[in-house]
């Protein structure tokens, strides 16, 4: 049936959606909920197609009759307007090869998703038809309230956590992990980089573990399903950062047999080779009293095999130093790691007790000054081996994203350094070569590397 339209509201010209319902009443509930959201936000429903801007047709995909019934009502709609996003049962359906039914008959939609997906109908109407502005409710730009500078963003794709380190409150506080659905994450990611966005740093509590909780199902992005899994977000934010010249960097990702698939998405020049994996230990006994997820992962044998899937790849990660029950030798074995592992980038705390965290109950806990000195011995190591991998980029040409510029120098970051946790790129003179003109903020430059220490980079623009 199509949905009579609304009554006219003063605004007059707010847009027009017209909705085709078939199926049963949850389809039924779940186009109810979809011309709610739509009311909500202030756009009509149409009485004709050709009186519509776009179309959304909630199919049913139960028996062959009503697949067709299906079918047709989109060629329809196609035929009659043109515009159409298609939800649903058939959305989710797929033929004896495997293929999505809806867009291999018609090709022409906008988008598709499965049933109960409001958010994801909602976010493909926004795209193809942005709702309308008023300015009493507008009060946020689309790309929402940001913080950083207008260059880099954070791009959350999850809440909560599923494990239970015994350091840490976190899933006391938040709860179990919720994983954001993927359309909402691409559309909130391509707001982003229409807004200027040129480095969009991926976080969440546990990266690799993204959609676990919705068992990886699938959601839609541009008409295409994808899955609820990190390593097909990573390939589309990757495809959509190139669309507009940007980068995405991955925090918090932990060293799961899956986190290979990633590795090879990080040679385009988009998907930063750059892998922040927060270890907080290497010996297995320790680990072991963390509770620390992938604690039975063979660390050094899969950050080597990182490196030879990829030679440009820079590591981050977070150490602590004196967990309760660490023994010297212990902590030697960590040290020895870190030697083996040459960890590019990494951070190291002396254990601090949390309160409510079940590792304070646990035995021999370390004295407090035995914790510092410990962390003192990680940093002097780290500041070895730190010095050792920067020296070795001298008379390298990296690709700089321009953070502040100031008279007579700019300051930048490579693929290899995170905003505000790692080292910088000093420039030297802030102008391009050969114009006359100052570096802007948020402009990638090539930089030839003349310079290093254990933690930044210094280096002139090539010309
Ligand atoms: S430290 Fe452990 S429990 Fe806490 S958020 Fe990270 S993975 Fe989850």
Not at 118 to 144: C, I, R, T, W
Not at 269 to 278: A, K, M, R
Request: with cysteine; hydrophobic share 40%.
């Amino acid at each position: 049936m199509l949905i009579p339209a609304t009554p006219q509201t003063a605004a007059g010209a707010a847009p027009k959606v017209g909705f085709v319902s078939l199926g049963c009443p949850k389809a039924l509930v779940d186009s109810e909920q979809i011309l709610t959201q739509l009311r909500a936000e202030g756009y009509e429903t149409a009485k004709s197609y050709d009186g519509a801007d776009l179309v959304i047709v909630n199919t049913c995909g139960f028996i062959d009759a009503a697949v067709q019934e299906s079918l047709d009502a989109i060629g329809e709609a196609l035929a009659e307007n043109g515009k159409v996003i298609v939800t649903g049962c058939l959305g989710a359906k797929k033929d004896a090869s495997g293929e999505d039914i809806i867009t291999k008959v018609h090709p022409k939609v906008l988008a598709v998703t499965g049933p109960h997906a409001v958010g994801e109908v909602m976010n493909s109407v926004h795209l193809h038809l942005p709702k309308p502005h008023d300015p009493f409710l507008d009060l946020v730009p689309a790309q929402g309230v940001k913080l950083t500078p207008k260059h880099y963003a954070y791009l959350k794709i999850s809440e909560g956590c599923n494990h239970r380190c015994s350091f840490c409150i976190i899933p006391s506080m938040r709860g179990d992990l919720v994983s954001r659905p993927i359309a909402e994450l691409m559309l909130e990611a391509e707001n982003l980089f229409k807004a200027g966005v040129k480095e969009l740093l991926v976080i969440s509590q546990d990266t690799s573990a993204y959609g676990v909780d919705v068992k990886f199902r699938s959601g839609f992005w541009n008409g295409r399903p994808v899955k609820t899994h990190m390593t097909q977000l990573t390939e589309v934010l990757g495809q959509l950062a190139a669309q507009y010249g940007a980068w995405v960097r991955l925090h918090y990702v932990y060293p799961y047999p899956h986190v290979n698939d990633v590795i090879p998405l990080m040679s385009g020049g988009h998907v930063l080779p750059y892998l922040d994996v927060p270890l907080q230990h290497a010996h297995p006994e320790v680990l072991k009293r963390m509770k620390r997820p992938a604690s039975g992962e063979k660390n050094l044998e899969r950050i080597q095999q990182w490196r030879a899937m990829n030679p440009d790849l820079t590591i981050r990660s977070t150490f602590i130093a004196g967990f309760p029950g660490e023994t010297e030798a212990e902590f030697e074995y960590l040290l020895d790691f870190l030697k083996e592992a040459q960890i590019d980038r990494l951070g190291c705390f002396a254990y601090s007790p949390v309160e409510g965290a079940t590792a304070n109950d646990l035995a021999n806990p370390v004295p407090e000054d035995v914790r510092e000195e410990r962390r003192a011995r990680v940093m002097l190591l780290q500041e070895e081996i730190s010095a050792k991998r920067l020296q070795a980029k001298v008379g390298k040409t990296l690709r700089v994203l321009v953070d502040e510029v100031g008279g007579k120098e700019a300051i930048g970051r490579s693929a290899a350094d995170a905003p505000e946790i790692d080292g910088v790129v000093h420039i030297r003179r802030s102008l391009v070569p050969g114009q006359g003109k100052k570096l802007a903020v948020g402009e990638f430059v090539d930089v030839t590397i003349t310079k290093a220490d254990a933690h930044d980079l210094w280096g002139t623009v090539t010309a």
